[in-house]
């Protein structure tokens, strides 16, 4: 029973719980021992499961067949499947695609909904969002060169990003790219446009070597080049101009997202640091979590993680009832607040197994390895910081201009 359950949240919960345990964990150990480009197949089964057992697509609208929750509800579901590496994926919900589904949802005009958003509610198709360039400080959005030049009725896009996640296997790319680039205001100088992966011009570079793994399929990150790639003018997501505008409504609760899986992973590698505390012997008789620094480390723990679970869906809950931007100070918070905790947490994790924490025999280190990365992306920390500490400071008089 959770202040944040609702009918519905109850009804469901349990459901993608049983799964989890029924289907999912189950097949993890055999799974994660696999190079990482073959995942992808290998998880085809669960994605079946979530199919049958009516928990696929959990965060679509009634309209688009979902179930119609709430940004509370779906938070909550996050946090389930996000006790596994492979429980977004197996439901449908992974990023980017769930962020690519949302835009599609609201903003595209109903041609692009049938050619793009459909296969990938299916789950016939995979797409990725490119937005960041290796010449340019991701960090400050506006700072970009990609160009989308329109011809007639084309735009022809010239450009070079990388860290698209999953764009290997991608059926196509949603690309910010500078449409107006005379606008006085930076901020409506870029516009989103779908790019389907086998147009002459469009080119997968290279998947990035991340910690050792450069992976494959949806379990990878790439480069990739525009050298006058051709779209359709139709192909624009929204109005032009609105590139930005469009990233943050995908990016506000994209947060809450990305943060509830956090909290998800927290939880397991909580239940793993207790299970190992509770069963290593240090002597005969005299277990490791007898010690006090281990016992700090879960009270610490669990305070930490209930903190950040409650952070994340109060900020749901406003998004829910007043929107993103009444949210703003909410979003950021969470977003470096939770990854902080999640590095502590599988550090902690990992030092309570020892030697063991650092091989490939738990879930620990594919989570360390592969989720460094979220104090960086969707925003590192410290802008997050800027953000928030600049928009309190502003109800005291200091206003501070971005990037002064
Ligand atoms: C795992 C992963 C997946 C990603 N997936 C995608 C994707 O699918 N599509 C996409 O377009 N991009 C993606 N990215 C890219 C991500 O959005 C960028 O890495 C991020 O925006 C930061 O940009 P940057 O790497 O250029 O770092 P920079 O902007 O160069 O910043 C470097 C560091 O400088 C510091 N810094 C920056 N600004 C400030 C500031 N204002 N104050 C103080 N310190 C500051 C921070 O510590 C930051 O980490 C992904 C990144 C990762 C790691």
């Not at 962020?99 to 990938?120: R, T």
């Not at 700072?143 to 860290?163: C, P, Q, R």
């Not at 990150?221 to 505008?245: K, M, Q, W, Y």
Request: aromatic share 8%; net charge negative.
């Amino acid at each position: 029973m959770d202040i944040f359950d609702t009918d519905k949240s109850r009804a469901f919960l349990p459901r993608y719980r049983a799964y989890l345990e029924e289907e999912v964990y189950p097949l993890e150990e055999q799974l994660l021992k696999l190079p990482l480009e073959d995942l992808e197949d290998a998880i085809q089964p669960l994605r079946k499961a979530a199919k049958q057992r009516g928990l696929w697509n959990p965060h679509l609208d009634q309209w688009h067949g979902g179930p119609d929750f709430s940004l509370v509800e779906f938070a909550q579901v996050s946090e389930l499947l996000g006790t596994s590496p492979v429980g977004h994926y197996s439901c449908n919900c992974q990023a980017p695609d769930i962020g690519n589904m949302e835009l599609l949802m609201h903003h595209a005009s109903n041609d692009l909904q049938s050619q793009f958003l459909k296969p990938l509610t299916y789950g016939e198709a995979r797409s990725c969002f490119g937005m960041t360039e290796p010449e340019h400080a991701g960090s400050n959005p506006v700072h970009m060169s990609t160009l989308a030049t329109l011809e007639e009725d084309h735009y022809v896009i010239n450009g070079h990003k990388w860290f698209t996640t999953a764009a290997d296997g991608a059926a196509f790319v949603i690309v910010m790219a500078i449409t107006e680039p005379e606008d006085a205001n930076p901020y409506q100088r870029a516009s989103m446009l779908v790019v389907p992966t086998d147009t002459e011009g469009y080119q997968r570079v290279r998947n990035i070597p991340i910690m050792g793994e450069a992976g494959g399929g949806y379990f990878s990150h790439s480069e990739i080049r525009f050298d006058n790639c051709r779209v359709p003018a139709a192909n624009l997501i929204g109005t032009r101009g609105a590139g930005f505008t469009l990233a943050q409504k995908r990016l506000g609760p994209g947060r809450i997202h990305h943060c509830m899986r956090w909290v998800g992973i927290c939880e397991r590698a909580f239940t793993l640091m207790c299970q190992r505390a509770s069963s290593r012997d240090l002597a005969p008789g005299v277990k490791l979590g007898s010690r006090q620094t281990i016992q700090n480390w879960i009270a610490e723990s669990r305070a930490e993680i209930n903190a950040a679970r409650y952070s994340v869906l109060h900020a749901a809950y406003k998004i829910d009832r007043m929107g993103a931007k009444a949210a703003k100070e909410d979003i950021s918070t969470i977003k470096f607040f939770v990854a902080d905790i999640l590095q502590k947490v599988l550090d902690r994790a990992i030092q309570t197994h020892g030697a063991m924490g650092i091989t490939d025999d738990t879930l620990l280190a594919f989570w360390y390895r592969h989720e460094r990365g979220a104090r960086i992306y969707d925003g590192p920390d410290e802008v997050h910081k800027n953000v928030l500490a600049r928009s309190i400071l502003k109800e005291y008089g200091l206003n501070i201009r971005t990037h002064e």
